[in-house]
Each structure stands twice: as structure tokens, then as C-alpha cells.
């Protein structure tokens, strides 16, 4: 780079006449879409910590038992109804390192309920890798380490202990074990449902069309609770807690697969007539090749976007089957399950720690709606 | 005419409607296995009363359950003679209740009104909160007006409304007095109406209303918020403005008529949740509409009651979503009357 005097500069490499003047630029154009939409999706600031967020939820998942203190249905019969423990590393000035003061709990009989006296002169440092209930890392591991141990003699309730003693921490980290995944399921069952039938309404047109449309327009058109209820009163009560579970969210899915079949109808309905259709068919190419092939693909993203928007209705739906007594039922462990016994105004009255399972669903739900609002702001194509 | 010709179209498909539904209906209830008769029949011949197993099979013969499927179906629907004749759902009989041992109409009876009512008031709620509130957003956007308006929209979105009930209620008693449970008093039950009767239900429908509302209307504002928006940066406000239209003028007089129509055209989609939300609302508070009705009697395999609520709260839908229809069509012009290429 040289400083000529007029106060230009010019570039001291020799001029080449085969440089590609456009290749900065090709770069933008030439990559792939999903680098596009990341980059665009970056930006939003509130989606990108929700999908962080959803993510690490969503990983620690399979080692929850390891994170948990506890085992989910691990009575302590000495503390019941126990409140919500400090974790301290200070004792009278001095450093203990993570520590809990042991409590002990009398029966108020007068009130009727427990009470419970922290005996604060006697630091007591939690335990790490250390021994407790088994459970299963990754659902097939079994194991005995975890991660953080009440010391022998005290207990360990961060988020207090429920009606039977356990301990509502580590019961919300096994409840999302079925809770977050019950909306994947779900949603997978309603994604494959509303693709295959959106686009053969969209892809054929004619008689097809009309027929799922009524359909579609009679599902959409009904309150799905009531629906819900009905399925899953239909459920037998002597299946296993895992089957009712898949039978739960397959329910969840059958009935929301009409608002995806139908933005997959009317999609398909316009770039069906597109000329790159036209040619493959030409080709020979048969329909399900056309619409997996050629057609889905332009816009797959929308509808993961519009499928991450449509989870926490399942997520709240599983919760209010599950607190209904409909859903899935004890010694399974979800959000709603924990909530059914939060449901007196009793419990709210007195050891409102039993409705802590209500956070993690709000800021769950909230963050699916941002992360999705996040993608279907970044895959817009008319924005800039 | 025209309008009328559409108003007919759209009765006759709601109609066909109904009775895919109370097919989809009537598949539903008896997908248990068993049903509450033989149920009851076996219970009552293992312990050997043999005067209840007559009458429990008196009733199996009398509401045709020993029938084969299809026919007991058509019986229910009143599209074919029963026992006693054409008595069906369209012949307003509901059938019997097992559960409660009286005629379904009977049990039911005023929990039908007092369920309109209380989805008519979350669905005014609805209006009456989302129309300023989405005005004032996309009026003010992106200032904390705009902000504090998406997030407690959010918030109502995100927060289960079974979770909200149980809170509201509870602070709602707490600090303003408002009644726990119910629609009214219970000494006004069962009473003709009156107006403390009337006074008490209204007091009992705050926290209801608020709650069943909420979602709608946090769906409802952002939406409005939207259509809002992108009326606001055409150019006619521009030209208005340019012009000194006085604001509020301004946004009453032309971009809020635009954004309007969408706005009805929504409580179709809206109604289901909302339904949805009444039945949910009321089994946890305790409100005397079906909900908790619907709740006993699938936990208890009652058919006809389920049956008959579910195609209650099928039909309520059904007809708001038409009214809302309707609506459209009067309020826009450019939308078709009937089928496409008329």
C-alpha cells in the first residue's frame, strides 16, 4: 500500500487480469443456506439464549441422575414437607466450603403442619461423587455416583421436599426426563402426519385435497383438551407408566397435525407449479420423489421453525393431562405429576415450594416460543 | 341475498360438520374397553345382588348397548329407532347418565348456560383487552409500552392455565376479597334468578374470565400488533400525517379498519383453545359448568354423559367459529361469498 501525495492510496501488488473481482462476494452467495439462516439467526439475541438454554436442558437430560441428589421416588419420612435448604460456604466468618445446616422437623399440632428448626451451630459440607440410589446414566447405565450428596445425618432439599418426603430438586430434573420429551414426540408424530397428508392435499389437488381439508378444518375446529381428555381416558389403567407415556404424546401429536398439514398444503399448492417440478416430472420422477426430493426441501427450515412454536402446547398439554389425573400417573415423574399435588390451595397456602414445577414449564414454554420466533425471523426472506 | 345465500351454505356445512363429529365422537367414548353396564353387572354378580344386575340389564336393553356398534350409534344420534323409537340427540334426548342415575338433560341442565357464559365473557375479555392493547404496541412500537406489552403477553402464553387459576384465586382472595370456587354463592343454587344472584355469578366470573382470556388475548394482541404494523408503513398514513391528521384520528380512521378484519377472522382459531381452557379452568376451580362433568364421566366410562358434553362443547365451537365467519363477511367486502370461482 502506498500514500501517493495527492492523498490516495493504491495497492502495490501487481494488477492480475484473471482475479476474480466477485469471489468476496461469491463466498456470501455460493454458501450453504443453513450457514445464511445461522448467521441471521445470531443476530436475535433472545432466541439464540433460548436455544442455548433449550439445549443444555435438553443435554442434561440423559445424566440427570447423576445431577439429582436423589432418587425420584427416595422418600425421606423424617421430612415431610421440608422447606427449600441454603446452601452456605461461610460458617460464623470462617470458609466451610458448600455446606447445609441440618434441620430437624416437629408436628405442629395445633396448626396441623410441619415445622421446621435449623440448627445452625453445626456446618455439615456436602459430600461429592459420592454414594446414593441407583439409577440408570443414559437409561441403560446403571450407576450409584452423584454428582452432590446430603452428609449423613442432614438433608439436602434445595427446592424443599413434597408431601412423602422427596425431594422436589431432583424430582423436577427426572420430571423433565418425560416432560421435555414427551413435546418431542409429539411433535414428531404430528410433523410426519402433517407432511404426508399436506403434501399429497397439496402435491394431487382435486378429490384428495377436498378430503383432507374437511379434515383438516373438523380437527382444527374442535377444542383439543376435551379430545385429549377423551383419548386418554381411553387409555388402560393397567399399562406401564413408559407405555402410557408414548401413548400420551402419540395422542398430543394425532391431534395437532392439522395446522402443519396445512401450511404444508398451501405451499405446496404454489411451487407445484413450479418449472423445476414440471422437469422432474418430465424425467420420470414419481410423486414421492418429487415431494421428498424437489419440493420439501424448499422449505423444510419454515417448518422446523413452525414445529419449535407448536412444542409448548404439547409440553402444556402433557402438564394439564398429567395434573387432571388423565395424563401419565405416579411413580412416573413429570411436571404435571408433581403439580397434581400442588393442586389445593392448601399446599399453595402453606409450602408454595410444592408449585416450584410451574418455573421450569413457564421458562421452558417461553423459550421454545422464543427460539422459534428467532428461526422464523431469520428464515424470512423478505427481510434484509 | 348474497350474504343470506353464504348464511345458509355455512349452516348446512356446519351441520355436516356435527356429524362427523359426533361420529369421531361416539368412536372416541367407546374406544375403552367395556363399558360402564358390564362393569357394573360384574361388580354387582360378584357380590351377589341380584336386583341391581336386573336393572343394569334393563337400562343395557332399553339404551340399546347390546346392540352392535354402528346401530347403538345411530340410535344415540336419533338417525334410527331405539328401544322407545326416534329418541336421539337431535330428538333432545341425551340419554341417561349411569354414573348420576338420571337423564343426562336433566344433570347437565344449567351447567349448558353457564358454560356459553363464561366463554362469552373470556371471549369480550379477549377483545376488550387486546383491541387497545395491540393499538397502543404497534402505535408506540419499540418503546417500554410496546415492550411491557410483548412480555406480559409471553408470560400469559407461557404460563399453564390451570397454574394461573390456583395463584389468582389465591391472591385474588388474599387482597381483594374475591370469592374461592364455584360461579355463585352456594345459597343461590338451584334458586330462580335474581339480582344478587346475578351479582354474585358476575363477582365469581372475574378470575375465571381473566384466566380462560389471558392466552387469547396475548395470541390476540400480538397478531393485531402485527396486521397493525404493517398498515402503518404504507404510504396513505404517511400522506395522512403529512397532511396533520390529529394521531389517535388517524390510526381509528384507517389503519385500525384494516387490521380489524383479521382480528374477527381469529376467534375462529381462537375459540377451540378457549373452550379448551373452560373445560380445564373449571375442573380445577370448580366452576359449575360441563367441564368437571366431562372429567367424571370419562374417568368413570359414563358414555352418553361424556358423549353428550363433548358434542356440547363440539357444537359451541362450531357455532362461534360460524358467527366469526359470518362477521368477516360482513365486515370485508372483498372476501367471496361461498365456493371458489363464483
Redesign the interface.
Known amino acids: 500500500m502506498t500514500w501517493l501525495p495527492d492523498g490516495r492510496y493504491v495497492d502495490d501488488a501487481p494488477y492480475i487480469d484473471t482475479t476474480d473481482l466477485s469471489a468476496p462476494e461469491r463466498q456470501e452467495f455460493d454458501a450453504p443456506s443453513w450457514v445464511l439462516i445461522w448467521r441471521r439467526f445470531k443476530r436475535h439475541r433472545l432466541g439464540l439464549i433460548a436455544g442455548l438454554f433449550l439445549l443444555i436442558c435438553y443435554l442434561i437430560l440423559p445424566i440427570a441422575g447423576f445431577i439429582a441428589p436423589y432418587t425420584p421416588n427416595e422418600r425421606s419420612a423424617e421430612y415431610l414437607y421440608s422447606p427449600p435448604q441454603e446452601i452456605n460456604l461461610w460458617h460464623e466468618g470462617r470458609f466451610v466450603g458448600p455446606f447445609v445446616y441440618p434441620t430437624t422437623a416437629t408436628a405442629d399440632l395445633v396448626n396441623y403442619r410441619w415445622t421446621y428448626e435449623t440448627d445452625t451451630t453445626r456446618p455439615m459440607p456436602l459430600e461429592f461423587f459420592c454414594e446414593g440410589g441407583t439409577y440408570n446414566l443414559f437409561g441403560f447405565i446403571p450407576s450409584d455416583t452423584h454428582l452432590v450428596c446430603a452428609p449423613p445425618g442432614a438433608t439436602i432439599f434445595l427446592w424443599g421436599s413434597d408431601r412423602l418426603g422427596r425431594d422436589v430438586f431432583s424430582r423436577i430434573l427426572y420430571g423433565a426426563q418425560l416432560s421435555l420429551t414427551v413435546g418431542l414426540i409429539g411433535i414428531t408424530v404430528s410433523f410426519v402426519l402433517g407432511i404426508f397428508f399436506g403434501s399429497i392435499a397439496g402435491y394431487f389437488g382435486g378429490k384428495t385435497d377436498w378430503a383432507i381439508n ?1 379434515v383438516i ?2 380437527l ?8 385429549w ?3 386418554s ?2 387409555v ?1 389403567s393397567n399399562w406401564g407408566p413408559v407405555s402410557v407415556f408414548f401413548i400420551i404424546s402419540i395422542i398430543l401429536g394425532i391431534l395437532d397435525w392439522p395446522g402443519l398439514a396445512r401450511a404444508v398444503r398451501s405451499k405446496f399448492l404454489s411451487l407445484r407449479e413450479e418449472e423445476y417440478v414440471r422437469a422432474a416430472e418430465m424425467m420420470g420422477a414419481r410423486p414421492a420423489r418429487v415431494i421428498r426430493r424437489h419440493l420439501l426441501p424448499n422449505f423444510m427450515s419454515h417448518l422446523i421453525a413452525s414445529a419449535t412454536l407448536s412444542i ?1 402446547a404439547m409440553i ?1 398439554g402433557e ?2 393431562l398429567s ?4 395424563g401419565l400417573r405416579a411413580p412416573a415423574v413429570s411436571w404435571g405429576v408433581m ?1 397434581n399435588d ?2 389445593n ?1 392448601a399446599s ?2 402453606i409450602y408454595p415450594w410444592t ?1 416450584i414445577p ?1 418455573l421450569p ?2 421458562i421452558v ?2 423459550a421454545f ?2 427460539l422459534g420466533d428467532g428461526l422464523r425471523a431469520s428464515l424470512d426472506p423478505y427481510k434484509s | 341475498m348474497m350474504f343470506l345465500r353464504y348464511a345458509v351454505y355455512r349452516f348446512v356445512t356446519m351441520l355436516l ?1 356435527l356429524v ?2 359426533s361420529v ?2 361416539f368412536v ?2 367407546n ?3 367395556g363399558d360402564y353396564l358390564s362393569n357394573q353387572i360384574a361388580e354387582l354378580r360378584a357380590t351377589g345382588q341380584a336386583e341391581g344386575v336386573a336393572k343394569a340389564e334393563f337400562l343395557r336393553t332399553e339404551y340399546a348397548l347390546d346392540r352392535p356398534l354402528w346401530e347403538q350409534y345411530l340410535i344415540w344420534a336419533g338417525f334410527a329407532p331405539g328401544p322407545q323409537g326416534f329418541s336421539g340427540l337431535i330428538q333432545g334426548n341425551f340419554g341417561w347418565s349411569f354414573e348420576f342415575d338420571r337423564p343426562v338433560g336433566e344433570i347437565v341442565g344449567d351447567a349448558l348456560w353457564l358454560t356459553v357464559l363464561v366463554n362469552l365473557a373470556a371471549v369480550l375479555f379477549v377483545y376488550v383487552v387486546a383491541l387497545p392493547l395491540g393499538v397502543v404496541a404497534a402505535a408506540r412500537s419499540e418503546t417500554w409500552v410496546d415492550y411491557s406489552a410483548a412480555f406480559v403477553g ?2 400469559g ?7 394461573l387459576a ?2 389468582l ?2 391472591y385474588g382472595h388474599k387482597y381483594f376479597d374475591l370469592p ?1 370456587g364455584g360461579l355463585m354463592d352456594p345459597i343461590y343454587e338451584g334458586e330462580p334468578m335474581s339480582w344478587p344472584k346475578v351479582k354474585s355469578i358476575l363477582i365469581h366470573m372475574i378470575v375465571p374470565t381473566f384466566v380462560i382470556g389471558t392466552s387469547g388475548a396475548a395470541a390476540m394482541m400480538q397478531r393485531l400488533r402485527a396486521n397493525m404494523l404493517d398498515e402503518l408503513s404504507k404510504p396513505y398514513v404517511e400522506t395522512a400525517r403529512a397532511k396533520g391528521l390529529a394521531p389517535a384520528k388517524l390510526l381509528a380512521k384507517y389503519p385500525l379498519r384494516m387490521a380489524f378484519n383479521p382480528f374477527v377472522a381469529d376467534i ?2 381462537l ?3 378457549m ?3 373452560s ?2 379452568v373449571s ?2 376451580l370448580g366452576l359449575q359448568t360441563i367441564g368437571p362433568f ?2 367424571a364421566a ?2 368413570s ?1 359414563d358414555q352418553f354423559l ?1 358423549g353428550f ?2 358434542m356440547f ?2 357444537l359451541l ?2 357455532i362461534g ?1 360460524m358467527i366469526s365467519d359470518m362477521l368477516l363477511v360482513l365486515l370485508d367486502p372483498r372476501i367471496r361469498y361461498g365456493a371458489r370461482g363464483q
Open positions: 374437511r378444518e373438523i382444527r375446529s374442535l377444542p383439543e383438551l376435551p379430545l381428555l377423551a383419548l381416558a381411553a388402560p409448548p402444556l402438564t394439564a395434573f387432571l389425573g388423565l403439580l400442588a393442586q390451595l399453595i397456602e408449585a410451574m414449564i413457564i414454554v417461553l416460543n422464543f | 360438520t362427523v363429529v369421531m365422537v372416541i367414548i374406544l375403552p374397553p409471553y408470560l402464553l407461557a404460563t399453564p392455565n390451570f397454574l390456583l395463584i384465586f389465591y374461592i375462529g382459531n375459540l377451540p383453545a373452550v379448551s381452557g373445560v380445564l375442573v380445577v366431562l372429567l370419562l374417568k366410562q361424556a358434553v363433548l362443547v363440539a365451537t362450531l367459529t
